[in-house]
């Protein structure tokens, strides 16, 4: 990937090992992402993404490495610091509190903003104006809401902190190609507006279309990286990452296996 400044990166992971119980499952992983910028970070099943993005924001120990967020080393700290610099997190699974209102939720993801109540009224302001389907729905339950609803709700409650950067994990998981579109062209406009857009995808292409650079994980490791169209348009990319031939991926790694790490 070409290299960025170190100005351009709002949040790094440089060397990080991390995993579960004493079971490493990413190992010497090295992501940059830059400011007002979607990265897409896709891979096979067990690859490590999900595992990579909890650890960035703060959800996952990290037993070797660093954290950076702006430049300042958060290694070891929680998750709710890492949302007070910036950093919000959309979970797997469109996890909204079903017996709370729409309303209700947003008032959940605002919590650190305290007793401020005009930066909580522009917060809500802004999410009527991107999700309007939210203005419509304040008073309903969330559990009632379709699931491309939800996941919509999912992320405005994320952004009720304004944060610079959001981390979604599977954001598309169990919807509709219709309703696909509509999350990723929501995340489209917010990146346009800014903010710093970090997606771990199952739908590789449908996330490289939008995305500006990306990285593909197998085993643990970061084995490509760099502009989304080169990673779309690298035929070993297409063939193992896009395809539907997982078995073929150990065979070229093994090919690579003597070689500089492996970009596009």
Known sequence: MQQQSDDARFLELRSVTTGYGDVPVV???NMAFARGAITAVIGSNGAGKSTAIKAAAGLLPIWK??????GVDVTHEAPHKRLARGVAFVPQGRIVLPEMTVRENLDVGAYILGNDRARFDAALARMVRIFPVI???MNQLAGTMSGGEQQMLAIARALMTD????I???PSLGLSPKLVDQVFEKLTMLAAEGLTVIMVEQKASR????AHSGYVMHTGQVVYSGPAQELLDNPNVQRLFLGEVPEEIDRLLATLENEEPAHA
């Open 27 to 29: 190992r010497n992983a």
């Open 65 to 70: 490495g660093q954290v950076k967020v702006n």
């Open 135 to 137: 203005g419509k729905r």
């Open 163 to 166: 944060p610079t950067a959001i």
């Open 168 to 170: 979604l994990d599977e």
């Open 207 to 210: 996330a490289l279309a939008i």
